[in-house]
């Protein structure tokens, strides 16, 4: 039987660059986690028997000469790194300024399977995703009776799919 494996941890650190005038904050978190598939084939979670299972893998590799994978024993795992930045300037007594950053880099093994779904290995993908939140504000006081904000900000994300095997022909 794989193993069952989670594992968070992180850290932060703040504090002023120049006195009274810039400050920094850092924060960074990690996660890392494995454990078995559900729903293996010749258990309670599942409808299927690892017999007809294994005739179903041995009939696509005898009469298609197509291998679908593993079909017992798979782990699965999801892994991410979360960063947080943020940057403060005290530009003069009436001119703030702030840039932030976010950072998310994941990734997460999928094999769908149910009580009444088997995918074998092959049908498994890993999904990665960056996801970055770039922001910027500048705030202003020029009286006691008037202010400014000017806020910029940039977001990206980036999402893929990679299929750990072959797609059946």
């Known amino acids: 039987v794989p193993e069952f494996t989670d594992f968070q941890g992180g850290g932060r650190w703040a504090g002023p660059i120049r006195k009274d005038k810039f400050f920094l ?3 960074l978190e990690l996660v890392r986690r494995s454990q078995p598939a559900l729903a293996e084939a010749g258990t ?3 409808n299927f028997s690892s017999e007809l299972i294994h005739a179903i893998a041995d009939t696509l590799i005898s009469r298609y000469d197509y291998d679908p994978g593993s079909q017992a024993g798979e ?3 999801t892994q991410s790194n979360k960063i ?8 003069g007594k009436k001119h703030f ?3 932030r950053d976010n950072l ?4 997460q093994d999928e094999l769908e399977r149910s009580q009444a779904v088997y995918n074998f290995g092959n049908q498994g993908f890993v999904h990665r995703s960056t ?7 500048l705030r202003s006081i020029p009286n006691g009776q008037l202010s400014n904000k000017l806020l910029i900000s940039l977001s990206s994300t980036w999402d893929e799919r990679d299929f750990e095997g072959r797609v059946f022909p």
């Open 25 to 27: 904050f850092a924060n």
């Open 44 to 46: 309670a979670g599942s």
């Open 75 to 77: 782990t699965v795992g």
């Open 84 to 91: 947080f930045l943020r940057f403060d300037a005290n530009l």
């Open 97 to 99: 300024l702030t840039i």
């Open 104 to 107: 998310v880099v994941a990734s």
């Open 131 to 137: 996801t970055n939140s770039l922001v910027a504000e």
